[in-house]
């Protein structure tokens, strides 16, 4: 099993940035691909951005493509999501998510985290 947590929600004002935090635990290796899901008030879940871990490829939703940047360490355990420019529609739930398989650009989630929010208020 791997556990996924992440951090750094918060509320902040339109055109400001965060930058979230995902830190996977437990049976880490091997896995494929970490991402980024959102689900904003009232809406369905929808992809925001994903990594494979090896750093070979990376992917983002139309809706935040130069403005999010996704990476991952070097213990490719932790990922993170820079978000700049940040909109009112980026108000959100954000979710980390883990898979263990995949063949670019299809991966397969296996591992969810409990999610943070995002407000950003304009």
């Known amino acids: 099993q791997v556990q996924l947590v992440e951090s750094g929600g918060g509320t902040v004002q339109a055109g400001d940035s965060l930058r979230l935090s995902c830190t996977a635990s437990?049976?880490?290796?091997?896995?494929?691909?970490m991402g980024w899901f959102r689900q904003p008030p009232g809406k369905e879940r929808e992809f925001v951005a994903v990594?494979?871990?090896?750093?070979?490829?990376?992917s983002y939703a139309d809706s935040v493509k130069g403005r999010f940047t996704i990476s991952r360490d070097s213990a490719k355990t932790t990922v993170y999501l820079q978000m700049n420019s940040l909109k009112a529609e980026d108000t959100a739930v954000y979710y980390c998510?883990?898979?263990?398989?995949?063949?670019?650009?299809?991966?397969?989630?296996?591992?969810w985290g409990q999610g943070t929010q995002v407000t950003v208020s304009s």
């Open positions: 998510a883990a898979g263990r398989s995949g063949s670019w650009p299809r991966v397969g989630y296996d591992y």
């Open positions: 437990g049976r880490t290796f091997p896995l494929y691909a």
């Open positions: 990594i494979v871990l090896s750093g070979a490829y990376t």
